[in-house]
Nanobody
Framework: QVQLVEYGGGLVQAGGSLRLSCAAS????????MGWFRQAPGKERDFVAA????????YYGDSVKGRFTISRDNVKSVVYLQMNSLKPEDTAGYYC???????????????????WGQGTQVTVSS
């Protein structure tokens, strides 16, 4: 089992920044691909970013490319999502997820991930 807890959400003005953290515990968390997803009210949960086990390779959804950065610290078992140039449309619940290493295309799908955190709310005011 892997437990995931997100931190760092809050209210920020458009153009501002936030850094989300996801603390992982349980068995061999460094063996998992880690992802961030987000879900706005009434909408589906969408892919935001993913990072491979080593932290070398990262992947982003089109709407956040160039603004968000995912990283991980396998010693501390923490995954980060640095969010810059935030927009009101970034407002959502943000969820951390862990899944097995696999083909690249699978990392974009929420069905690929086995473990999920409870989420943290990010609200961007205009």
């Amino acid at each position: 089992q892997v437990q995931l807890v997100e931190y760092g959400g809050g209210l920020v003005q458009a153009g501002g920044s936030l850094r989300l953290s996801c603390a992982a515990s349980g068995r061999a968390t460094s063996n998992y691909v880690m992802g961030w997803f987000r879900q706005a009210p009434g909408k589906e949960r969408d892919f935001v970013a993913a990072v491979t086990r080593s932290g070398v390779n990262t992947y982003y959804g089109d709407s956040v490319k160039g603004r968000f950065t995912i990283s991980r610290d396998n010693v501390k078992s923490v995954v980060y999502l640095q969010m810059n140039s935030l927009k009101p449309e970034d407002t959502a619940g943000y969820y951390c997820a862990a899944g097995p290493s696999s083909s690249l295309s699978s990392y974009y799908s929420r069905q690929h991930y086995t473990y999920w955190g409870q989420g943290t709310q990010v609200t961007v005011s205009s």
